[in-house]
């Protein structure tokens, strides 16, 4: 009998372990999915600027054709020109936030280029340092990068 209740509290202390690595799992691809949603997104934005010859903007989704104030509700690429949506991003899931350490967002000139400068973090809602995403831009580029070194 004692054997049986030493192999069941073995059974669950491993159990237990398993199900906190799978849903580190879990939540790690998650918002790595958000995060490429956004790059291309961005990329897009860059795109369509050289492609139109006009300024286009990567944005927060303000609910129909215009920018927001919160990252939150998703984001837009749109044209600065007409307020035309080219591509809207879904809302953030489970609790997950980005926030923006710059003013403003990007905005893509004719060239490409982008004067935004500042950093979109997207955290998770733990806060938990490890699964940091962010984008960084700088000098009219941007990197990409991933956990504590994320501001």
């Given at each position: 009998?004692?054997?049986l209740?030493?192999t069941?509290?073995?059974l669950?202390?491993?159990?237990?372990?398993?199900?906190a690595?799978?849903?580190?799992l879990?939540?790690?691809?998650?918002?790595?999915?958000?995060?490429?949603?956004?790059?291309n997104?961005i990329?897009?934005?860059?795109?369509?600027?050289?492609?139109?010859?006009?300024?286009?903007?990567?944005?927060?989704?303000?609910?129909?054709?215009?920018?927001?104030?919160?990252?939150?509700?998703?984001?837009n690429?749109?044209?600065?020109?007409?307020?035309?949506?080219?591509?809207?991003?879904?809302?953030l899931?489970?609790?997950d936030?980005?926030t923006?350490?710059?003013t403003?967002?990007?905005?893509?000139?004719a060239?490409?280029?982008?004067?935004?400068?500042g950093?979109?973090?997207l955290?998770?809602?733990?806060?938990?340092?490890?699964?940091?995403?962010?984008?960084?831009?700088?000098?009219?580029s941007?990197?990409?990068?991933?956990?504590?070194?994320?501001?």
């Amino acid at each position: 009998m004692i054997e049986l209740l030493v192999t069941i509290s073995i059974l669950i202390i491993m159990a237990a372990l398993g199900t906190a690595s799978y849903q580190y799992l879990i939540t790690s691809t998650r918002l790595n999915g958000e995060i490429s949603g956004m790059l291309n997104g961005i990329k897009l934005a860059r795109s369509e600027a050289i492609k139109r010859g006009e300024t286009v903007s990567f944005c927060p989704n303000g609910g129909g054709a215009s920018c927001g104030a919160s990252w939150s509700a998703g984001w837009n690429v749109m044209l600065n020109s007409s307020s035309t949506q080219l591509k809207v991003g879904d809302p953030l899931t489970h609790g997950d936030s980005l926030t923006n350490t710059g003013t403003g967002y990007p905005q893509f000139t004719a060239a490409g280029y982008t004067f935004f400068t500042g950093t979109l973090s997207l955290h998770d809602s733990n806060s938990t340092p490890g699964l940091y995403r962010c984008i960084v831009f700088n000098a009219g580029s941007w990197t990409t990068q991933q956990g504590a070194s994320c501001p």
